[in-house]
């Protein structure tokens, strides 16, 4: 049976191809300007990362944590960071190491899975930047406690996470039919579901695993703010379905 991180990666690869904005990666002019001080990231679908959250980067180390597709580490090493990206797309890879080639800069980019241990040294990085992509793996606890653990006192996760209201409601946002939790692994109902909306394979996940998550690793909680989809009824009803966080290894 193929596993569902496979599904995924392969799904991901599929809309890269066919545009996903979450693949394309930044032009050389908006690497320019991250260079002279104009630039912004994001966690979640539209509200951008306060600048603060980051701090300096010059000469910082970055795991960019699920985040392959250029569009956050080459603003960061445009900042002075030493980027490592790990991502299980190809297609993700292929794009960081294309836009590190073409602005000359350095990046360890490592095609791997985030559900298992991260092939990093303790205590490695200053920063670790994770957008919304724990949606694609059903267990995000492991996640956060490799985190804490190639991070260095003091180091910093952002973390881009979705909260269960994506999950309950039909394609049209209209009603609410799943029972939670939703696990297409162990429900044919949502796997076919799943299958037919053309969205991989994904879980939900309660703020007592994520938020919890965090603070069983060892974090700190220290700021958070929420984000809706972008697009979509829950959107236009400005009811918000993301979460974007800053903890903090003490």
């Known amino acids: 049976m193929e596993r569902y991180q496979d599904i995924n990666k392969e799904t991901i690869d599929r809309w890269i191809a066919e545009g996903w904005k979450w ?16 630039w912004d990231v994001l966690l979640t679908p539209t509200r951008k990362v306060p600048h603060a959250w980051l701090g ?15 569009q956050q580490m ?7 960071a030493q980027c490592t990206v790990l991502d299980y797309s190809p ?16 990046i360890q980019a490592i095609e791997g899975d985030m559900t298992q241990p991260l092939p990093f040294p303790d ?20 996640v ?18 979705g909260n269960e209201i994506n999950y309950i409601v039909d394609k049209d946002e209209r009603e609410i039919i799943w029972k939670m939790p939703f696990d297409p692994t ?25 938020l919890g998550g965090q603070l069983k690793a060892g974090f700190s909680l220290v700021d958070l703010y929420e ?6 009824r829950l959107h236009e009803l400005n009811i918000k379905t993301y979460l974007a966080t800053r903890a903090v290894k003490g």
Do not use: W
């Not at 693949?23 to 104009?38: M, R, T």
């Not at 205590?123 to 492991?142: A, G, K, M």
């Open 23 to 38: 693949g394309i990666p930044i032009s050389h002019e908006e690497f320019e300007q991250a260079k002279q001080g104009i």
């Open 56 to 70: 300096d980067l010059n000469g910082k180390k970055v795991l960019g944590l699920a985040s392959g597709g250029g």
């Open 74 to 80: 080459p603003i960061f090493a445009a900042l002075g």
């Open 91 to 106: 297609r993700q890879i292929a794009s960081e190491l294309a836009v590190a080639r073409r602005e000359g800069y350095e």
């Open 123 to 142: 205590e490695t990085f200053d920063l670790i930047f994770h957008p919304v992509s724990n949606c694609y793996i059903r267990d995000v606890y492991p």
């Open 144 to 161: 956060f406690r490799e985190a804490f653990r190639v991070l260095k006192r003091g180091g910093v996760l952002l973390s881009g996470l």
């Open 186 to 210: 162990v429900d044919p109902a949502a796997k076919a579901f799943m299958m037919e909306e053309d969205c991989g394979i994904q879980f939900s996940h309660t703020l007592e695993e994520q």
């Open 227 to 232: 984000d809706t989809n972008g697009e979509g």
